[in-house]
């Protein structure tokens, strides 16, 4: 895993690469109205529209497609356990953004948690995000950081952290758009499976 990092403070943020982000209502989990604008190839723009919010309980099942597509040894029953114990949680700690599109297809997930870290105080945590569209996975990638971004502000985090599957064509194409808007690599981490635990 590679661990990156975008410090708030430093003004430079993944919001610059969107043409339109309207937060709709950040007090209520209504969700964010993200859209960005493509050329097209008679070199006249197309607006793209996309839906950020919070993933409710009720449709964890349904997302559970988009989950598995970047991790197909991911079952249901993981899935489940794993994104309804961040839910239960609550929005200001933890919790799931999903991207959908105008017709209410989701087309990406990222999970966050808000966490103490020595260094930076408290910081916006991304264990997982996946991203799927037939066009430009990019600009689903935008929509997710640039709302995540917002949330991880408005919840009072120093730093946005993200960690990135090590060694993946996705992986790759993503360090060098991040690190334009901000990220650095800040850490290597190491896992190590145990046999026999948990």
Known sequence: ?????????????????????????????????????????????MTRRFIVKSLAT????????????????????????????????????????????????????????MEPSLAQGTVCSVEYQVALDLIDNTTVTTALLTALENLARRLG????????????RVTDQLLCRLSENGHRIDRVRLVKPLLGGG
């Open 1 to 45: 895993m590679l661990l990156l990092q975008c410090n708030m403070s430093q003004g430079t943020s993944v919001r610059q690469t969107v043409d339109l982000c309207q937060r709709i209502d950040s007090h209520h989990g209504k969700p964010w109205a993200i859209g960005r604008t493509l050329p097209n190839r008679k070199e006249t723009g």
């Open 58 to 113: 009720e449709s964890v099942n349904r997302a559970f497609a988009v989950a598995r597509s970047a991790d197909f040894t991911l079952s249901l029953d993981q899935w489940r356990g794993y994104v309804l114990g961040l839910i239960e949680c609550g929005p200001a700690i933890s919790g799931v953004l999903a991207v959908e599109n105008r017709a209410g297809t989701i087309q990406g997930l990222c999970t966050y948690r």
């Open 157 to 168: 985090a120093s730093a946005l952290r993200l960690d990135l599957a090590y060694g993946t």
